[in-house]
């Protein structure tokens, strides 16, 4: 199993990126997948999911109607786009499956400060 983010860098608030993560090692297809951030010091928190089955997505109210998660089955690829970030969403990003794999990726940095 292996997970590599890319998409991260630094914005200012109200600024927006694109995340995306390749995934291998694992069908896809049969696996709901989802994105998670940490802030050193803190716990990884769950940002978003899409369920396997129906496409199905769930976000935490803090990102909600900001952030748009989406997946490309071809591709094996996982994608964030995040609009209108602020401070508090600086952390590093990662993607897994849903409910997680014990395996995670590098993660991909997001700063947004002004």
């Known amino acids: 199993v292996q997970f590599v983010e890319s998409g991260g860098g630094s914005v200012q608030p109200g600024g927006s990126l694109t995340l995306s993560c390749l995934t291998s090692g694992f069908d896809f297809s049969d696996f709901g997948m989802a994105w998670f951030r940490q802030v050193p010091g803190k716990e990884r928190e769950f940002v978003a999911s899409?369920?396997?089955?129906?496409?199905?997505?769930d976000y935490a109210p803090s990102v909600k109607d900001r952030f748009i998660i989406s997946r490309d089955f071809r591709k094996k690829t996982l994608t964030l786009q995040m609009k209108d970030l602020q401070p508090d969403d600086t952390a590093v990003y990662y993607c897994?499956?849903?409910?997680?794999?014990?395996?995670w990726g590098p993660g991909t940095q997001v700063t947004v400060s002004s």
């Open positions: 897994n499956k849903h409910p997680p794999d014990p395996t």
């Open positions: 899409a369920a396997w089955y129906n496409g199905l997505t």
